[in-house]
Nanobody, 127 residues
């Protein structure tokens, strides 16, 4: 069982930055693939970024095309946290951002692949 709590959302102007954090409970955090998804009003939840469990000393991250070069995902297994740095924000990035954890993730961008979800944090980008 994993409980996830996001923080760090807020209101920012176009071009600004935010840092989202997700704190996880449980002693098996390092075994989970961690992802960030977002959901805008009237739209389906969509994949933003994900980071693998460690492979040796390395982690592998994946991003949806619209955030590549602007967002960065990272994790700290010692602190049971995963973060998402959002730079060069655009109004179309406005959404509720969710942290998710999955143990057996075959499609890294698949909503149904993840077992646990946080409650979400609102990110609003004004034009």
């Amino acid at each position: 069982q994993v409980q996830l709590v996001e923080s760090g959302g807020g209101l920012v102007q176009t071009g600004g930055s935010l840092s989202l954090s997700c704190a996880a409970s449980g002693r098996t955090f390092s075994t989970y693939v961690m992802g960030w998804f977002r959901q805008a009003p009237g739209k389906e939840r969509e994949f933003v970024a994900a980071i693998s469990r460690s492979i040796g000393v390395r982690y592998f991250s994946t991003y949806t095309d619209s955030v590549k070069g602007r967002f960065t995902i990272s994790r700290d297994d010692a602190k049971n946290t995963v973060s998402l740095q959002l730079n060069s924000l655009k109004p179309e990035d406005t959404a509720v951002y969710y942290c998710a954890a999955g143990l057996q993730v075959r499609r890294i961008d698949g909503v149904s692949e993840y077992d646990y979800w946080g409650q979400g944090t609102q990110v609003t980008v004004s034009s």
